[in-house]
């Protein structure tokens, strides 16, 4: 049990940190209380609910991952190095490929909603 709530302060200390530091981060947690509650109001099942809300949260997960790779990329040293780059846009294309699949799962259940 107490690996479980060390875990859980551990985690929590990485929201807060990110939330702290990382502008993007901010933002995508607002977009998140505006969609979260559109989905499951917009939703007329569960499973469109689901669909709605999964890659809000989604975007909130690929965020706190690109923060991670970031934050040691920028550890590892300030000289500029091609991996550290490759690293670091890498992160970023993660962050928007789950854009695209918000905006896709979004479109696609909402235009079936248009079409009944």
């Given at each position: 049990?107490?690996?479980?709530?060390?875990?859980?302060g551990y985690s929590w200390q990485g929201l807060r940190f990110t939330w702290r530091e990382e502008a993007a981060f901010r933002q995508e947690v607002l977009l998140c209380a505006?969609?979260?509650?559109?989905?499951?109001?917009?939703?007329?099942?569960g499973v469109e609910r689901a669909l709605l809300v999964a890659p809000v949260l989604l975007v909130l997960v690929v965020e706190l991952l690109n923060s991670a790779i970031e934050a040691v990329v920028d550890r590892a040293g300030a000289e500029r190095h091609p991996l550290s780059g490759m690293a670091k846009d890498m992160g970023s294309a993660a962050v928007l490929l789950?854009?695209?699949?918000?905006?896709?799962?979004?479109?696609?259940?909402?235009?079936d909603h248009a079409r009944h």
């Open positions: 049990m107490t690996r479980i709530v060390r875990a859980f505006l969609l979260v509650p559109t989905a499951l109001w917009v939703g007329r099942s789950s854009f695209v699949i918000l905006g896709t799962v979004w479109w696609l259940v909402l235009s």
